[in-house]
């Protein structure tokens, strides 16, 4: 079994460095890549609703802020953070940092936060209750999150009841 684990970790090894020598986009210079994904993740929308079927607790979707709809599930949008591991360790908390979350079901979003670890949440800095006539933004206390779940369900749904 020893001998497996050492030979996966050299395959990995290997396969790290042959993408970092052959990737056009790796070559690039880290900071010229953070521009990138910053660019990136600031244009993106990420709308938290209601499940769509019975197997799932919440539902995204991704659209650019000019309300073109890029992917059907926000998980796809996020592809670039599960292309490799180099870019899911560059990437992974700056979607968190940069990208729109727009809150539909005050329950689907307190599941969407209970899938993110200790750093993307901490990375969360507001959130915008859909609204009919405008969204509303709020600001995200990650205090209230992890300290009292019940009065931070609470909080976000009184702000989605709060329709025009």
């Known amino acids: 079994m020893r001998s497996f684990t050492l030979a996966r970790n050299a395959n990995k090894s290997c396969s790290t460095t042959r993408n970092q020598q052959l990737s056009p986009f790796l070559r690039l210079p880290a900071e010229v890549r953070n521009q990138i994904y910053t660019y990136y993740f600031q ?30 599930y926000g998980a796809n949008a996020c592809a670039l953070t599960r292309a490799c591991r180099q870019l899911s360790a560059e990437s992974r908390l700056l979607l968190f940092q940069f990208a729109t979350l727009r809150v539909e079901d005050a329950e689907a979003f307190v599941y969407f936060l209970g899938d993110l670890n200790a750093a993307q949440l901490s990375c969360i800095k507001d959130f915008y209750s859909v609204r009919v006539a405008s969204d509303e933004r709020h600001s995200f206390n990650l205090r209230l999150y992890t300290r009292e779940k019940s009065s931070f369900f609470m909080y976000v749904r009184n702000s989605l009841s709060k329709r025009l």
């Open 43 to 72: 244009s993106l929308v990420i709308d938290i609703c209601a499940p769509t079927s019975h197997a799932r607790k919440y539902s995204t979707c991704s659209y650019d802020k000019s309300g073109q709809s890029l992917l059907n």
